[in-house]
């Protein structure tokens, strides 16, 4: 998808990683994510923001297809 939409990294081909600066991550920033997901065929994606105290609390995996 050229011009579906723009991922803010892509890691062997596979996995996707979607980058925020936000105090708050709100259920639509992992529904974006796992559209982009869908929209290119792959599972997996990682939601990581920035914004959180931690980093480690900022990491969000979704999966696309979990069930197959």
């Known amino acids: ?5 723009r991922a803010d990294l892509l890691v062997e081909s596979r ?7 936000l105090e708050v991550i709100a259920p639509v920033h992992k529904k974006q ?10 599972r997996l ?7 959180s105290e931690l980093i480690k609390d900022g990491i969000t995996r979704v999966v696309n297809n979990l069930a197959e």
């Open 1 to 5: 998808m050229e011009d579906g939409f």
């Open 15 to 21: 996995v996707i990683v979607e980058l925020k600066s």
């Open 33 to 42: 994510l796992l559209t982009y997901l869908r929209l290119s065929d792959r």
């Open 45 to 51: 994606g990682l939601l990581i923001n920035f914004g």
